[in-house]
């Protein structure tokens, strides 16, 4: 099964665009961003999720660690 969050790799204004089940929600700056995306979405456990977990996220460009280039 593919990842349910797909982040691609940060753009010129260090946004990163979020896409959950294949529908775009937005770009995130920052860890926070994209939390505040997965808590509208009602992803479980949102709040604690590891953002590293490959089942969930699929991370271009670098990982959650990444917000600009």
Same mark, same amino acid.
């Given at each position: ?11 010129? *204004? ?5 896409? !959950? &089940? ?8 920052? @860890?926070?961003?994209?939390? =505040?995306?997965?808590?509208?979405? *009602? ?5 604690? !999720? &590891? ?8 991370? @271009?460009?670098?990982?959650? =660690?990444?917000?600009?280039?």
């Amino acid at each position: 099964m593919d990842p349910r969050v797909h982040i691609h790799k940060p753009d010129d *204004e260090g946004g990163r665009l979020v896409h !959950v &089940d294949g529908t775009i929600l937005g770009r995130a700056f920052n @860890e926070r961003d994209l939390r =505040e995306f997965l808590r509208r979405v *009602e992803l479980p456990g949102w709040e604690d !999720v &590891d953002l590293n977990d490959g089942s969930i996220f699929k991370w @271009e460009g670098g990982g959650p =660690e990444t917000w600009q280039e």
